[in-house]
């Protein structure tokens, strides 16, 4: 495995924190966001922005969301709900569901319909009631 440029993240971070965002967000949007480098298996972002699309889940005020991160991979796992946008299939990985600070989000891809983004918390839902 290469190992993780941590020091870029981390400059380009600084720059985030910084920011401010001024854009409305709403449940059921997915954004691009900088999720940045993680540790482990938690999903990180691509490119020179650290970016990744992710769903938002709830908004709690201007400066924080819910959110659930987005990939193209095709797993069938009770943590991958899967849908298809634009002839592409893709899943919402509700494992790996988080906070984030709004300062993150760059531009609004689109908005879910109503009827996926239920199965999303329906599936979220089960998840949450099985770790108990």
């Not at 924190?17 to 298996?41: D, P």
């Not at 946008?85 to 984030?100: F, N």
């Not at 908005?111 to 089960?126: I, K, N």
Request: proline fraction near 5%; hydrophobic fraction near 40%; aromatic fraction near 10%.
């Amino acid at each position: 495995m290469p190992p993780k440029d941590f020091d870029t993240w981390n400059a380009l971070k600084k720059h985030i924190h910084r920011k401010r965002f001024l854009a409305f967000v709403h449940a059921r949007e997915v954004w691009w966001c900088s999720l940045g480098l993680n540790v482990g298996t938690e999903q990180d972002g691509k490119h020179a922005a650290f970016e990744r699309p992710v769903l938002i889940l709830r908004k709690f005020n201007r400066e924080s969301v819910l959110i659930a991160p987005i990939t193209s991979q095709r797993k069938r796992t009770p943590y991958h709900v899967r849908f298809t946008h634009g002839g592409i299939e893709y899943a919402v990985i509700i494992s790996q569901v988080r906070l984030l600070s709004t300062r993150r989000l760059r531009r609004r891809i689109f908005r879910m319909p109503e009827d996926m983004f239920g199965e999303v918390l329906s599936a979220l839902q089960q998840m949450i009631g099985q770790g108990t």
